[in-house]
């Protein structure tokens, strides 16, 4: 029974979060605009369904802090610290990796990956959610088409 609670939950996973890649600012703040079908938990913060833009912070210091904005980055929803992680092989997509938590809780964001780097952000969380975490399945997925990359226009 719980092999079949296991791919009922995958398989709901897969078709109700989809994550859309769009045009990229600049690879300096690895901007990301990301779309989920369902709520998505991030440290200290729930967010809707709806479209969110990922950014690197504008800090020379810390290259692993994170804020969130509304789908015209217009309003700051939150500012996530991260820590550096590593995986053996870049994608050309931009790769989200979501602990499964129990049913009625919300997919959790564990780590971010921007298209072409192999070093990406995993996000601090407080210690008891860490060990919960800790023990959760992890599934990554991955935007559906490669990111275009947006380049700035020069004069007006």
Do not use: C
């Not at 500012?79 to 990796?97: C, M």
């Not at 602990?99 to 564990?110: C, D, F, N």
């Not at 971010?112 to 780097?117: A, E």
């Amino acid at each position: 029974m719980n092999t079949r609670k296991a791919f009922i939950t995958a398989g709901l996973v897969l078709a109700s979060l989809i994550i859309l890649p769009v045009a990229h600012a600049d690879e300096w703040d690895q901007a990301s605009q990301l779309t989920f079908s369902q709520s998505v938990q991030i440290p200290g913060r729930l967010l809707p369904a709806g479209t969110y833009w990922f950014v690197l912070a504008d800090t020379a210091g810390n290259r692993n802090i994170i804020q969130v904005f509304n789908s015209d980055r217009s309003t700051l929803y939150a500012t996530v610290l991260a820590v550096t992680a590593e995986r053996s092989q870049p994608t050309d997509n931009t790769t989200i990796t979501f602990a499964e938590r129990e049913s009625m809780q919300p997919q959790t964001i564990v780590s971010w990956f921007y298209p072409g780097h192999s070093i990406g952000h995993r996000f601090v969380y407080s210690n008891s959610e860490n060990q919960e975490l800790a023990r959760a399945k992890r599934q990554t997925i991955m935007a559906t088409a490669p990111v275009k990359t947006q380049t700035a226009a020069s004069g007006d």
